[in-house]
């Protein structure tokens, strides 16, 4: 390359010479590059188990029928068949269920016509209609109730042998079903099939074991959106009932946990620029304790240029081996982010029946190109500081901090300049998250660049008044810290972004726990809630709703029916219907229209909530109307209110259930929650339920299990917020460290100066330890406003932008507090070792050269 | 070895049902299929409480005309000559079969659940063109998407059904290459065939058919060939028949012919092929008079020679495709030849059935030749 051999042989020797420095760089850059694969892998991991298992339940299916509100009659299936005679179509029946004897896996169910399948799904060809498929019996499967075909890759992992049994848990009902073949998908991954988080099974099973009697939930078709027959089957259908591109729907779920994975890359880039920090101060150090050799070199004829290229190259190669093993890392830590994140999006936005390990070639590319480039561009203004030297090496410290000097207002203008993009890019990039994550990057760069002008003041301001309290070390130590700005600055800039972060996302956390509290506070009323199934796909039978009223332990009962849309403008949104006698649900409204609208339930008015105003651009205008295509046509509601709501899966419209009957002409509930004479009698009551559902899979939970799984579902988002705020700070720390180093290193014969002048180790440490312990004080307290600008944009501008939360900003002294102590303690623990050292050289060792 | 004996449903279903028409399609051992085929369909399986074809029974009209689900397997057999306005003749051929598998009803809460299985073979010669269509399907009977019934009578596999009465039946379907919309009148009674409609079909008691047949319908309708719409009129023919069990293991296939003359006389006939090469003792036919009496035939009343072949470019099967078939008792001598050699059904399971010209002393008619079994 640029370098020649001679060279790059003098400053590996030192790099073997100093491995903790060396260590530290490429730790610095590992940890960064790590975080960002591990995230992009867990990211790309979701992508790829949603494709993948969704193709593998859409199989060749190029359109869907499907009802926008409730699930299919099963009649359109049997026109489609006997008027149109369309013969490329199936049947479906999808649900979920868990395996009792596997841990209660969660399972997809998926019920299909094996006389309709070969076309669609990849269980054969037509000339070997199931060549997929191992099975001595599987006439069983269409004949026999509770008859189930597995993966065989699943068989094989936990013995589960042909007609062996396994229980299914449908909520209250358990049902022992029998294996009776095996299924393998070609296309496996690694250890998993695509087949495995699937039980098929014949539709008739399927309606036995989800009630789902005389309904589908889809049919599969394959057709030409150009074709005669398209427009014939459109005639077909019945309002509400609706034929898609498969590839639309399955985009429109996919799209539900994009902002949430996206989020997650963006605090990944923020621990690798944290990275960027740390190998600036690296290099730097490496580069002031050479500073003697390079001017050697130069006296011996070594061009600037020729150093400059020495520095990069030598970041370069320390960044290669960094990114490695970053690379390794982030496939290691990815096996826990996959989990992590799958976990989340299974639990919070749709259900993933496999979980695959996926890393793409480009993440490596990603990771590759992220390391390599910040260890370049970090290493640059080391490089430039190198070429400088002269053969009169001493001066150049000094002459660079009075250059800096020179330049503090420019570095305050450029940060001020910097900030104003940011708010900029805030201001005019409307919805846009990634822009949203880049103003709030200019942002708090720019900060950064305040920070030398800041310390100077500060300085000014601690100086006259710690010196009475501290003595004259501590005077000594404080002077120090503003003389050598180029270096403290940037080390104080580190470790206040990574303190700054903590603070925001802290603040951020605590903010939305609080409002989720709220949230399920004001939402979930009833002592215990029962469901008709894990979808709500099914009714409650009017009966059984009758005897549980009857009980003498209840006192009230509130009915009401989830509808998740499958389709319109709407898909994905979930449609509320509550009873119109309890209008006692405490909304906590943020638009909200006039009152008596509110309680007006005879109008056809419906209540939207946050998140789906904000995706549908409905917030600004509180008298819009929205269109439902009802089975007696398309019908427009006023909007009368917008309220604050945390139901994920594209937010929620709350009608009243007698507006509901009157153009669905469906009186039914799918959930009611039950209010108890005495909560505490919450599981003699749900054994008396069990004892009058009979067969009925219903769905019982109290209040405090629900409680118990919104808070953990998010618990389990945050789990990783937390820990890339974590890493960040470790690599905060780290950097300090070098600076510290750096820092003392710089001052050798100084402190050797001192020494022999009569400085005791006692007062070495205690001036040591006050310039750390001040440089994280100070960055502790820059970060404090940082932090809080930060939270607020994240609260207000990447959340909003992100899921259309308005989170209510709630403050913590215990936040503050807490990055107070974990600044000052990182600085201090970095100064340890430093001090240590230099309490350690022979006076005479660093004074030899004056 | 395992994954040789895991062949998919679909062939299991299809060769339950190939059965009765194909018992010895293939050749022992031959391949994997054979093999899944005689594991499933061996002598030695269990013919579970199936009703079987015993002693004769009074048939009884219209309950008989609908489904016998007691019997393991069923079918309509309507198939047909016919011709538009200029004389062009055409050939029809519309079969619904019924197949049980399993020998009790299942109760469920599912509308879908059921032991009954409905597979339909349509097709259509268009001689003039020397094009020959045939299609398929098969379906659950449930749901509403197969069935039989009775009251009103409609017999239908998706969009392919037979409607209004049993003796005035419509027929209609439409596939990708045709569409069939023909209404049915009888011209002649019902015919029982064998021993009072017990058609012994094996050796060994039970091993027999309900066989009943409408030899002569007045035809008349609508068949679109390729969107070309040809008004048509000629004559029909219904087989119907309802079996547990028939066929033995010596049987490897047969030649079944139904010829309507044009002075109003009909015939019947099938050989049974054996292994060897002979034909079973138990081939027979039936003889219709012009005033719709019938006689059964015995394998020594009848002769029937083949006087061609016609090998498939397709499938390389070398099929017979002329005979000259006597009734010495009734002074018949007919020579039949198909009216084009091409109508072998490349569907599932593969099978020659079409259209045939008869021509004999004096006298002429239409027949419709089916051959089951060659390779």
């Not at chain 1, 932090?787 to 932008?801: D, F, T, Y």
């Not at chain 2, 003749?89 to 619904?96: L, M, R």
Request: net charge positive; with cysteine.
């Amino acid at each position: 390359m640029f370098l020649n051999t001679r060279l790059f042989k003098i400053s590996f020797r030192y790099f073997i010479k100093h491995p903790f420095q060396t260590t530290m760089m490429v730790l610095g850059i590992a940890l960064g590059v790590a975080l960002v694969v591990s995230i992009d892998i867990a990211n790309s991991s979701v992508e790829a188990s949603f494709q993948k298992s969704t193709q593998s339940i859409t199989g060749k299916a190029t359109h869907q029928i499907i009802g926008t509100y409730q699930p299919l009659n099963q009649d359109i299936y049997t026109t489609l068949k006997t008027k149109l005679g369309f013969e490329k179509s199936a049947p479906v029946i999808i649900g979920k269920t868990e395996i009792k004897e596997l841990d209660n896996k969660p399972m997809r169910i998926l019920g299909v016509d094996p006389f309709s399948e070969f076309q669609f799904r990849n269980f054969g060809s037509q000339d070997q209609p199931l060549k997929n498929i191992k099975s001595d019996k599987f006439t069983d499967l269409i004949l026999k109730p509770a008859s189930i075909m597995i993966s065989e890759n699943l068989a094989r992992q936990h013995n589960i042998k042909q007609n062996g049994q396994l229980t299914l848990i449908f909520g209250s009902k358990e049902v022992t079903i029998t294996i009776v073949g095996f299924i393998t998908l070609a296309e496996a991954s690694g250890e998993n099939d695509i087949a495995d988080g699937i039980l098929y099974m014949d539709i008739s099973t399927a309606q036995e074991l989800l009630n789902f009697e005389k309904k589908l939930s889809y049919i599969d078709l394959i057709l030409d959106s150009d074709s005669a027959i398209y427009h014939e089957i459109k005639r077909l259908l019945p309002n509400g009932v609706k034929l898609l591109p498969t590839a639309k729907k399955s985009s429109a779920i996919r799209e539900m946990s994009k902002s949430f994975e996206f989020n997650l890359a963006a605090f990944s880039l923020l621990a690798l620029l944290v990275g960027l920090f740390l190998i600036y101060n690296t290099v730097t150090f490496s580069i002031i304790s050479r500073r003697h050799q390079f001017g050697i070199l130069r006296a011996l004829g070594v061009t600037r240029q020729e150093v400059f290229y020495m520095v990069i190259s030598e970041s370069l190669f320390f960044g290669i081996i960094g990114t490695f093993i970053g690379l390794l890392l982030g496939i290691f830590l990815g096996i826990y982010t996959v989990r992590m994140v799958s976990q989340t999006v299974s639990g919070l936005y749709y259900f993933l029946p496999v979980s695959l390990f996926n890393i793409s070639w480009f993440t490596f590319v990603k990771g590759i190109m992220l390391g390599v480039l910040v260890s370049v561009l970090s290493s640059l203004v080391p490089a430039f500081e190198a070429n400088q030297s002269q053969t009169n090496d001493a001066l150049l410290h000094s002459v660079l901090e009075t250059k800096m000097n020179r330049w503090l207002p420019y570095f305050s203008y450029f940060g001020l300049f910097l900030n104003i993009i940011g708010i900029a890019i805030l201001c005019y990039s409307s919805k846009n998250v990634p822009l949203g994550f880049l103003g709030t990057a200019f942002i708090v760069f720019g900060f950064a660049f305040f920070i030398p002008l800041l310390t100077w003041m500060a300085m000014k301001v601690f100086i006259p008044l710690f010196t009475p309290v501290l003595g004259i070390t501590a005077k000594m130590a404080l002077r120090s810290i503003s003389r050598s700005l180029s270096r403290t600055g940037v080390s104080i800039a580190a470790l206040m972004i990574a303190i700054s972060v903590y603070i925001g996302v802290g603040i951020m956390i605590n903010s939305f726990k609080g409002s989720l509290n709220q949230w399920v506070d004001t939402h979930l009323k009833g002592d215990v809630h029962i469901a008709s199934s894990e979808d709500s796909k099914n009714f409650l039978p009017i009966d059984f709703i009758k005897a549980v009223r009857a009980l003498p332990m209840v006192v009230g009962i509130n009915e009401y029916q989830l509808i998740q849309l499958q389709a319109g403008p709407y898909i994905n949104s979930t449609l509320f219907i509550i009873d119109n006698s309890q209008p006692s649900y405490q909304w906590v409204w943020k638009k909200v229209g006039s009152d008596k609208l509110r309680n007006d339930f005879t109008r056809d008015t419906v209540y939207i909530s946050e998140s789906f105003a904000w995706k549908h651009d409905i917030e600004e205008n509180i008298n819009n109307i929205i269109s439902l295509e009802t089975p007696k046509g398309i019908q427009n509601f006023k909007v009368g209110g917008v309220f604050s709501d945390f139901f994920l899966r594209g937010g929620r419209i709350v009608m009243y259930q007698n507006v509901f009957t009157k153009y669905w002409n469906e009186s039914r509930s799918t959930n009611i929650e039950v209010y108890l004479k005495n909560p505490k009698q919450a599981s003699k009551f749900i054994n008396a339920v069990k004892a009058i559902s009979s067969d009925n899979p219903l769905l019982t939970t109290t209040q405090f299990e629900i409680r118990k799984r919104i808070l953990k579902a998010f618990d389990n988002t945050f789990a990783i917020t937390v820990a890339l705020q974590i890493l960040s700070a470790l690599v905060a720390v780290i950097g300090i460290l070098n600076t510290i180093m750096a820092l003392i290193y710089e001052r050798f014969r100084e402190i050797g100066m001192l020494r022999a002048n009569g400085l005791s180790i006692k007062q070495l440490w205690k001036m040591l330890m006050i310039e750390s312990g001040f440089i994280g004080l100070l960055s502790g307290l820059i970060a404090l406003p940082l932090g809080l600008v930060l939270s607020w944009i994240l609260i207000a501008v990447i959340n909003k932008r992100s899921f259309g939360w308005t989170l209510n900003f709630s403050l913590d002294i215990e936040i503050f507090i807490n990055a107070m102590v974990l600044s000052i303690c990182a600085a201090l623990f970095a100064g340890i070792f430093p001090a240590w050292k230099a309490s350690h050289t022979p006076i005479i060792n660093a004074i030899r050269t004056e | 070895m395992k994954k040789f004996v895991n062949i998919g449903f679909f062939l299991v279903i299809i060769s339950i049902i190939a059965f009765f028409l194909f018992r010895y399609l293939f050749k022992p051992a031959a391949d994997n299929k054979t093999m899944r085929i005689h594991s499933v369909l061996g002598a030695d399986k269990n013919e579970g409480n199936y009703t079987k074809a015993i002693k004769p029974i009074n048939f009884r009209f219209p309950d008989d005309a609908g489904p016998h689900p007691d019997f393991k397997s069923e079918w309509w057999y309507f198939t047909g000559n016919l011709s538009d306005d200029a004389g062009a003749e055409y050939g029809y051929q519309f079969t619904i079969f019924r197949q049980s598998i399993l020998d009790k009803k299942l109760d469920s809460s599912s509308d879908w659940r059921t032991n009954q299985v409905y597979m339909a073979h349509i097709a259509v010669t268009d001689v003039v063109n020397d094009k020959f269509y045939s299609f398929s399907k098969m379906t659950r009977g449930s749901a509403g998407l197969a069935g039989a019934k009775i009251k009103p009578f409609r017999v239908w596999i998706e969009n392919w059904e037979i409607t209004g009465e049993y003796n005035h039946p419509i027929l209609k379907a439409s596939t990708r290459d045709f569409t069939i919309d023909i209404q049915l009148n009888s011209l002649k009674p019902i015919v029982l065939n064998g021993n009072r409609g017990l058609s012994q079909k094996s050796q060994g008691i039970g091993n027999a058919s309900y066989y009943y047949s409408i030899p002569r319908f007045k035809t008349k309708g609508e068949l679109t060939i390729k969107k070309r719409k040809i008004n048509v009129s000629g004559e029909s023919w219904l087989d119907r028949e309802w079996s547990t069990s028939s066929l033995g293991k010596e049987e490897v296939g047969w030649d079944w012919f139904s010829i309507q003359l044009e002075d109003s006389r009909e015939v019947m006939l099938y050989k049974i092929r054996k292994k060897d090469g002979q034909a079973s003792t138990l081939s027979s036919g039936t003889y219709i008079k012009a005033g719709g009496a019938s006689v059964h035939l015995t394998k020594s009343d009848f002769t029937l020679e083949v006087l061609d072949y016609w090998q498939s470019a397709a499938t390389s099967i070398k099929y017979p495709s002329k005979w000259r078939i006597k009734i010495p008792k009734f002074q018949i001598d007919l020579v039949v030849t198909p009216k084009i050699n091409n109508q072998e059904h490349q569907l599932q399971f593969i099978y020659w059935e079409g259209t045939a010209k008869v021509v004999g002393d004096n006298i002429q008619g239409n027949a419709y030749v089916e051959l089951v079994g060659y390779k």
